[in-house]
């Protein structure tokens, strides 16, 4: 049993990171394992967590599991999960609740939590007292040892725990198996050092670590080879990439030679705005294939409370960088986070964001009241808002963001947009449902046959979060 360490999880040395090139091999013990049985994988989070259970699906099928279309009947059920907000991890343990009736009824279930709440102290402790007829917990570090794990639980037949509180490691050719045939995820990087003083992230993911430009090359000229039509490169902060590697190449340069491999679409997540260079804004705004789409946080519009977050940059700085990439990236299109009632935030703090969104009019905006994560310094900081006056500032909010959200898609009406179609929309299965090359939701008049294909669409109505359009010929 190895249990997570809130304090080893945050120590930093000058290690030279270990790569790991055959990151998984399965013993032939565990082959047959699944056999017969099938698996549900429910996900919780951001986009590197779905990558993570495109990753343990694969795995799991090297052992024979089948995906289950039902939770209420599969054999194996994980939670794979998010530490960011309270109101994740208050989903996760409703959902467990709903794991232990199935298991009343059917004993022979295994059931585990995964991902970033297992990482946290606080979450393995309740689970230990409260929980004991889970089967295993797991983290973000060692997702190649599922198997290990999966049969040392069902061997014993007791909750199995494995948490590694560590820097981590690079795992290179896990299996995949994508959950779509046109788009995929692709990790450039993992963890964070950034250490805001609100995010619990560089403590369940690790050290800011780098996959090395050629393995992520051969993966995309891969995806490329096999129809694929975008990747989204994943990291934390994927502006920070190749800083760890100790060469002198970087975000932009990667950005470069992921265009260049002649992909129809490329996205990269999560940026943060200390790393945005000029190198990446001219490489974004050189190559067609690089979207015009950027998820740039703000977090809060008052400098004074950027330096309590730990941010590293000021209001005036943010707002220069985002008038940089909307006058030097043909029709940028630009979101953001936001968080209101950080502890210590006054009126005064919050008109500022009101006024910075003011300026900025993101296409759309994550909104959130501020959650605290035991373990981060802002946790311990002192918080005398009311929850009606945490409320009332996210209402107000979320009200101006709104407005702008519309009006940015309003621009949209009667234009002639690519869509990349995805499949069957989910307002009207005779419909297709696909994004803009500036990420906007499109709901399409369209035969299934062009599922998969870029295709015209003309916006024939607009909505405050989605548009309609009809395919032109």
Not at 92 to 115: S, T, W
Not at 186 to 214: A, H, L, W
């Amino acid at each position: 049993m190895q249990l997570p360490n809130l304090k080893e999880a945050k120590v930093r040395t000058k290690n030279k990171i270990n790569i790991v090139k055959e990151g998984f091999i399965l013993d032939d013990k565990y082959k047959n394992l699944g056999k017969n049985k099938t698996y549900y994988i429910k996900t919780y989070g951001c986009q590197m967590n779905e990558h993570d259970s495109e990753n343990i699906k694969a795995i799991l099928e090297t052992m024979g599991f089948t995906e289950s279309a039902s939770f209420d009947s599969a054999d194996l059920f994980l939670l794979n999960t998010c530490a960011i907000r309270e109101n994740a991890h208050n989903k996760v343990f409703g959902m467990v609740g709903r794991i232990k009736h199935l298991k009343e009824q059917r004993p022979d279930i295994i059931a585990g939590i995964c991902g970033c709440m297992a990482q946290e102290e606080a979450v393995v402790e309740e689970i230990m007292t409260k929980y004991k007829w889970l089967d295993l917990v797991f983290g973000t570090h060692n997702i190649n040892n599922l198997p290990e794990i999966l049969y040392n639980s069902i061997k014993k037949q007791k909750l199995e725990v494995e948490v590694f509180s560590c820097e981590g490691e690079v795992y290179e050719n896990i299996p995949v198996k994508r959950d779509s045939k046109y788009k995929a995820w692709v990790n450039i990087m993992f963890g964070c050092d950034k250490f805001c003083t609100y995010c619990i992230v560089p403590y369940t993911r690790g050290k800011q670590r780098s996959r090395e430009p050629k393995y992520i090359l051969e993966e995309v000229k891969k995806l490329v080879e096999d129809g694929y039509k975008e990747v989204t490169l994943l990291g934390q902060n994927v502006n920070a990439y190749g800083k760890d590697l100790g060469i002198s190449y970087g975000m932009a340069e990667l950005l470069r030679d992921v265009a260049e491999t002649g992909i129809d679409r490329v996205r990269f997540v999560t940026s943060h705005p200390w790393d945005f260079n000029d190198e990446m804004i001219d490489i974004i705004a050189k190559y067609d294939n690089i979207m015009p789409y950027i998820h740039l946080p703000l977090q809060s519009g008052s400098s004074r409370i950027l330096k309590l977050m730990g941010r590293r940059y000021t209001k005036e700085e943010y707002i220069t960088l985002f008038n940089k990439l909307k006058s030097k990236i043909k029709n940028a299109s630009i979101t953001t986070d936001i968080i209101v009632a950080f502890p210590g935030e006054t009126e005064e703090d919050f008109n500022e964001t009101l006024e910075v969104v003011e300026k900025c009019k993101y296409d759309s905006a994550f909104t959130f009241i501020f959650s605290p994560r035991i373990g981060t310094p802002a946790a311990k900081m002192e918080d005398n808002l009311s929850q009606e006056e945490k409320n009332n500032r996210l209402y107000k909010l979320n009200d101006l963001v709104n407005k702008y959200a519309k009006e940015a898609n309003l621009k949209y009406q009667d234009q002639v947009v690519k869509v990349l179609l995805e499949g069957t929309s989910e307002k009207d299965e005779n419909m297709l449902m696909g994004y803009t090359e500036t990420m906007k939701l499109v709901n399409v008049k369209a035969d299934k046959k062009y599922i998969g294909q870029i295709k015209d669409v003309k916006i024939t109505d607009v909505k405050t979060w989605s548009m309609d359009g009809e395919l032109i010929d």
